[in-house]
């Protein structure tokens, strides 16, 4: 399988990573609308080319891997790519999500491809297992925990607040509300029960730390509704101690069975990331594989991870998954 | 969707369940070797038919949910059924089941019917989650867990000694070392290591306690590999205390990725499960609405967890599920 890496951030070097391990692809180039030359990869022979130089290269690229933002980049990116290459994208802005695949599937569809949109770890493999768990289990209620992983987003709307350098926020699951559904309790849990928010912050010199705690603590949507720790640091110990991209968290539907729902089953997914991009990343190369297989049996136009056969996405025959892994 | 059921132990009884709980599902029948007029079912109006009489109403059933053994009845019914009608088993033979697939593939496609084998959790879950686990960390061990649940297998392994009533085993997997896999330390760990086996067994009168204790430590394959602990209880104990079918267990991949394959990553799916044969039913009623829609598509031949798309196994339409679960 020969792979194509559009953008080149954290997610495209996760992607090339992930095609190293994968002795069934190789990677032809990485594609960027930044100035080529300006632009190292760690794959040798491999070039990067402009972004519009991808449209002559039809025939050499089985999938384009893209690793855009979902902000703006995507929305626009896969349906113009999905005309003319197989896609995989991880579009992960939930509420967009039909709109998206809409847009995609129409485009898809036009070129006679498949695209594969929002796969990761959530929407991904967090939604897979929602969905089975969900078919099994259709007596019960689901519970989705996220962390201790970084958020991107909180992380930036504290450095936008005046007088802060740089800030680090992660997301805490509330050990307590684990258990108690984990116990089948089937508790509803508020906002603030389920996850705290510690903030990590560099202050500016002079700064107003006081007012920078305030401002965090009472930001509508990001924080006010949480139980929320600040702890101002050093710009040496941000970058020594939270360099990295953790993140994870767990899916658990807790249901019921039996003539009169008599039975306590729980179903639990728990990921533990010690790198939330390069995991991504890696989800996107199996379902390339996948979105791969699925065009060369004839399939064409958008599809999520509800579409894709599990075995699709190994590079194991079926016949020997049979005989090793069932 | 219009459901037959052919066996009518616990399994059978799970699926009677399962298919009150589905509103897309109607229940036909129930069919037993039995005398049809022994066996009272719990679905009101639901005929009980002898075995035989399937065949004169395959324009009656859509799918056969097949609840026999994997020792001696699913071997042969399986294939059998396979030729007459879509089936959906749970065949669990390990080592068997390439034999199995070949079998039952043959006398499916013979007859044009979809035939799923070997769904429950293992196989079932436990498997399409070490499928999609190595899919996306290919570099990386894979962990699996049983329990706390009964072993039918070692329970009667016991009942057989003599001297002994009754007996129930429970397979326990050791905290310490879940938690080592969890912390991705990639330990190697031998079997006495993984499991302890505890043992609850009602002796006969007269009895030689030490006798029975010692047989079963000692019994080779079964639990001479395993720290193992026997309590004699009195059979009203048993009946009190023991009486359920609990299982479960968690499934784990520890996994790297990154250029240098410097970055751990860990996935866990576990379950908690009160009834074994309850969840195994309610896995089976969701493969068997998947290969219906397969059916309906054209498809034919034997399948497993692995070719099903996970979105067929939900009784929610592919747009809703996107706009909800993804």
Known sequence: MKIGIVGYGNLGKGVEAAIKACSDMELVGVFTRRD??????????????????????????????????????????????????????????????PQHF??????????????????????????????????????????TFWGTGVSQGHSDAIRRIEGVADARQYTVPVPAAVERVLAGENPELTTREKHTRECYVVAKEGADLAKIEDTIKTMPNYFADYDTTVTFISQAEMDEK???????????????????????????????????????????????RAGYRMASRGDVGCKTIFDIAPGDMSQTSAAELRATML
Not at 53 to 82: H, R, W
Request: aromatic letters at 8%.
């Open 36 to 97: 080529p030359a300006s632009v190292q990869i760690r794959t040798q022979g491999v070039p990067v080319f402009s972004y519009d130089s991808m449209f002559n290269m039809k025939d050499e690229i089985d999938v384009m891997v893209l690793c855009g933002g979902s902000a703006t980049d995507l929305p626009e990116m896969t349906p113009e790519l999905a005309e003319h290459f197989h896609v995989v994208d991880s579009f992960d802005t939930h509420a967009n999500i």
């Open 102 to 143: 809409d847009n995609v599937d129409a485009m898809a569809k036009k070129g006679g491809n498949i695209a594969i949109i929002s796969v990761g770890w959530d929407p991904g493999m967090f939604s897979v297992n929602r969905v089975y768990a969900n078919a099994i289990l259709p007596v019960g209620s689901d519970y």
């Open 242 to 288: 939270h360099s990295g991209i953790p993140h994870g968290g767990n899916v658990i539907r807790s249901g019921l069975t039996g003539w009169d729902n008599e039975t306590k089953q729980t179903i639990e997914y728990k990921l533990t990331l010690e790198s939330n991009p390069e995991f991504t990343a890696n989800v996107l190369i199996a379902c390339a």
